[in-house]
């Protein structure tokens, strides 16, 4: 295992036949596609990867180091999924019972059916709340998850599925929050059982100051911005307009550290690419760090479950403009159309603006990449994380061949 610092300001260890990808990863950076970045990979139970490297500002004054965290989005979402397999392995939770079993506020409106896979795989019929609100009431658990309980389901729960981009959230994490012996909130329940550095609301300033800000990546058009929302899909991505996606005076609202203060589990997740790898590792297998072995966090029946696909072929996402979405049971996004990272077999979540972090059972292989510079123009996969799969396929492919 090697060690590496130089002129982009990379830092981290490369297993040998790993170098490619480390190449690639600098290759990034100096192409201008990242800014600042961290990328993680485990193969086979180790951590062949863990580099960070470029900068947390546009004027390069301010180095992305190891310790440096990030908003990550919706690569927030995996984390969700691997919150109640947890739940679902200690038979806390059960994928197909309804909701009002752990949660009897939740049955009310024609909603006591509804399951929690349902939840999960954006199936439920609740991408929104119909109420407008502001970011201060999203920043009020009780009062989110109380208007959720009172909400009637904007389509038949189960007909379809329409991408429950905040609402998942504060769903699942009520959920993991009822169910947990110790009534630790979501954000707790994670750094206690899943990672303690990946974070669902930050109150410690230390850790604050941690934070890369994020950037907007110049661009000439932005296609998502000119197509013309229908109401449901920006009820959805907005959160009932809380959280405009584009801001009149270019800020963007995901640098506050007041938003990161709250918990807001689908969307404001803070952390660095170690921590996502890691928690994929563990979802996997065993793992082994520092002579110590890490037992895996479920068992292979409860991935199995997770991870099995319950969106029709061919099923458009009401929430993203028709694109042909595909959700597991358990919440992770698997291959599919949308999310065709390396082969069958995937599941994991990306992220607004570039982040993306997966398992891949089949070379056991868990990877994940954050970055603070936005480039909302992608979809699905974008230009950063596609080179650095193509070097990773490559490595691994060699080592099928050995």
Same mark, same amino acid.
């Given at each position: 295992?090697?060690?590496?610092?130089?002129?982009? @300001?990379?830092?981290?260890?490369?297993?040998?036949?790993?170098?490619?990808?480390?190449?690639?990863?600098?290759?990034?950076?100096?192409?201008?596609?990242?800014?600042?970045?961290?990328?993680?990979?485990?193969? +086979?139970?180790?951590?062949?990867?863990?580099?960070?490297?470029?900068?947390?500002?546009?004027?390069?004054?301010?180095?992305?180091?190891?310790?440096?965290?990030?908003?990550?989005?919706?690569?927030?979402?995996?984390?969700?999924?691997?919150?109640?397999? $947890?739940?679902?392995? +200690?038979?806390?939770?059960?994928?197909?019972?309804?909701?009002?079993?752990?949660?009897?506020?939740?049955? /009310?409106?024609?909603?006591?059916?509804?399951?929690?896979?349902?939840?999960?795989?954006?199936?439920?019929?609740?991408?929104?709340?119909?109420?407008? $609100?502001?970011?201060?009431?999203?920043?009020?658990?009780?009062?989110?998850?109380?208007?959720?309980?009172?909400?009637?389901?904007?389509?038949?729960?189960?007909?379809?599925?329409?991408?429950?981009?905040?609402?998942?959230?504060?769903?699942?994490?009520?959920?993991?929050? +009822?169910?947990?012996?110790?009534?630790?909130?979501?954000?707790?329940?994670?750094?206690?059982? $899943?990672?303690?550095?990946?974070?669902?609301?930050?109150?410690?300033?230390k850790i604050e100051a941690r934070v890369a800000p994020l950037i907007k990546k110049p661009v000439n058009t932005n296609i998502v911005a000119a197509q013309p929302m229908p109401p449901l899909v920006e009820k959805a991505l907005t959160f009932s307009g809380a959280f405009p996606l584009n801001q009149p005076d270019g800020k963007i609202l995901f640098n506050s550290a007041r938003l990161h203060r709250a918990e807001?589990?689908?969307?404001?997740?803070?952390? @660095?690419?170690?921590?996502?790898?890691?928690?994929?590792?563990? $979802?996997?297998?065993?793992?082994?760090?520092?002579?110590?072995?890490?037992?895996?966090?479920? /068992?292979?029946?409860?991935?199995?479950?997770?991870?099995? @696909?319950?969106?029709?072929?061919?099923?458009?996402?009401?929430?993203?403009?028709?694109?042909?979405?595909?959700?597991?049971k358990g919440g992770f996004q698997i291959y599919g159309e949308f999310f065709n990272a390396l082969g069958e077999g995937i599941f994991g979540h990306t992220g607004r603006g570039g982040s993306c972090a997966f398992g891949y059972p089949p070379h056991k292989l868990a990877y994940a990449h954050v970055c603070n510079q936005l480039d909302t123009t992608a979809f699905a996969i974008d230009q950063r994380t596609l080179?650095?799969?193509?070097?990773?396929?490559?490595?691994?492919? @060699?080592?099928?061949?050995?």
């Amino acid at each position: 295992m090697s060690s590496t610092v130089n002129d982009n @300001n990379v830092h981290g260890i490369v297993a040998p036949a790993w170098e490619s990808v480390r190449a690639i990863f600098e290759q990034n950076l100096v192409d201008g596609l990242d800014l600042g970045a961290s990328l993680c990979v485990y193969h +086979r139970g180790q951590c062949v990867i863990d580099l960070s490297g470029g900068w947390k500002d546009k004027e390069k004054t301010k180095s992305y180091t190891p310790e440096t965290l990030q908003v990550v989005y919706s690569t927030s979402k995996g984390v969700i999924a691997a919150a109640v397999a $947890l739940c679902v392995d +200690r038979g806390w939770l059960d994928y197909d019972a309804p909701v009002a079993k752990y949660w009897p506020e939740f049955a /009310d409106n024609g909603k006591e059916d509804i399951t929690v896979a349902e939840v999960l795989s954006h199936r439920a019929g609740l991408p929104y709340v119909d109420h407008q $609100l502001t970011a201060d009431d999203v920043y009020n658990w009780s009062n989110i998850t109380s208007l959720l309980a009172a909400e009637k389901p904007h389509w038949v729960p189960g007909s379809a599925h329409g991408y429950h981009a905040h609402t998942l959230g504060f769903l699942a994490g009520e959920l993991v929050h +009822r169910v947990d012996p110790k009534k630790r909130s979501y954000g707790q329940f994670v750094r206690g059982e $899943l990672d303690d550095g990946f974070y669902v609301g930050v109150s410690d300033d230390k850790i604050e100051a941690r934070v890369a800000p994020l950037i907007k990546k110049p661009v000439n058009t932005n296609i998502v911005a000119a197509q013309p929302m229908p109401p449901l899909v920006e009820k959805a991505l907005t959160f009932s307009g809380a959280f405009p996606l584009n801001q009149p005076d270019g800020k963007i609202l995901f640098n506050s550290a007041r938003l990161h203060r709250a918990e807001m589990p689908a969307t404001n997740g803070i952390t @660095n690419a170690r921590s996502l790898a890691r928690i994929y590792a563990l $979802l996997i297998g065993d793992i082994g760090e520092n002579g110590i072995t890490k037992k895996r966090l479920v /068992d292979e029946e409860t991935l199995a479950r997770a991870t099995t @696909n319950v969106t029709p072929i061919g099923e458009p996402d009401q929430n993203s403009y028709g694109l042909k979405t595909t959700f597991a049971k358990g919440g992770f996004q698997i291959y599919g159309e949308f999310f065709n990272a390396l082969g069958e077999g995937i599941f994991g979540h990306t992220g607004r603006g570039g982040s993306c972090a997966f398992g891949y059972p089949p070379h056991k292989l868990a990877y994940a990449h954050v970055c603070n510079q936005l480039d909302t123009t992608a979809f699905a996969i974008d230009q950063r994380t596609l080179r650095l799969l193509e070097a990773i396929k490559n490595v691994i492919i @060699n080592f099928d061949a050995s």
